[in-house]
């Protein structure tokens, strides 16, 4: 390991950006190694252009400091070092969710459960439980809570809210739901679930299969309405309306908790993904 005290200021120089930053970072206040080590750093990153710089570089350019003056130029230089940086940030995010969109597509082999699991369906209503894998050794479910910013007592209840649950919470859930809708349906049916509430309380809910929805009121069981006979679909501000070709009208209720006009917007656009991937197969 090298020792980087007491080097005669002008060996300083010959320095890397890595060591000079060691020293600077260690020294003491008013110690002529750290002063030396940062007037060179500083002149270096000076002399960079701006687009080569690393995003380090670039926030030391961009702190401001209200006891210093600034010129007109070193106004602009920190304005565009700002861009630079939001640039790159948008950048990095872009392409994060452009590899999240092309997993999400990977999902989607054709099937209502390849749709669903390929698109964006997390908020249908107040609680979503959605099965990822199902075969005889696995089991994986995501689960959301969602929850309206009026409603939510603080910053953090809110961001924990829209996170993903506990996947127990999900089997609670699901075994709950089988047992309003007596038994029609199997565990491994199930793709999708809207919920009023995650856990074992839950009352009313819908719950999308391969080939048809199941909804529960009050904890009984509503309707079983099979995609192929959907004719039309509409929404109110709190229910999603199915009329089939046989002339029935199912109203599907979606609680008053958390945003239901918002989750009725959703589960019209779920409803009728499915509709239209029917008929284009």
């Excluded at 009023?196 to 819908?206: H, L, P």
């Amino acid at each position: 390991m090298q020792n980087f005290t007491n080097k005669p200021l002008q060996d300083l120089e010959k320095m890397s950006d890595e060591e000079l930053l060691k020293i600077y970072k260690t020294a003491e206040i008013g110690d002529p190694q750290g002063m030396e080590a940062r007037r060179i750093l500083d002149q270096r990153r000076d002399a960079k252009p701006l687009e080569e710089m690393s995003d380090r570089e670039l926030s030391e350019i961009c702190a401001f400091n209200l006891f210093q003056n600034h010129s007109y130029e070193e106004e602009q230089r920190r304005k565009k070092a700002s861009n630079i940086l939001a640039s790159r940030k948008a950048k990095r995010k872009a392409e994060r969710d452009e590899i999240r969109k092309q997993k999400k597509k990977a999902l989607d082999d054709g099937s209502i459960k390849g749709l669903i699991l390929s698109g964006n369906y997390s908020k249908v209503n107040h609680g979503v439980i959605i099965q990822n894998i199902s075969d005889e050794n696995t089991v994986t479910w995501t689960v959301y809570g969602n929850i309206s910013p009026s409603q939510a007592r603080t910053k953090s209840e809110l961001m924990r809210e829209k996170q993903e649950g506990k996947p127990e919470k999900a089997e609670k859930c699901a075994l709950k739901v089988i047992t309003i809708c007596r038994r029609r349906l199997k565990k491994e049916d199930i793709i999708l679930c809207g919920v009023d509430s995650i856990g074992n309380d839950v009352k009313n809910g819908i719950v999308f299969t391969e080939k048809r929805i199941y909804t529960f009121y009050k904890e009984k069981p509503e309707f079983i309405i099979e995609y192929s006979e959907i004719d039309d679909v509409d929404y109110t501000d709190d229910s999603v309306i199915i009329k089939t070709v046989t002339g029935e009208t199912a109203k599907l209720y979606l609680g008053d908790k958390g945003n239901p006009q918002e989750y009725a917007e959703n589960m019209f656009n779920l409803i009728m993904d499915i509709k239209d991937r029917l008929e284009e197969s």
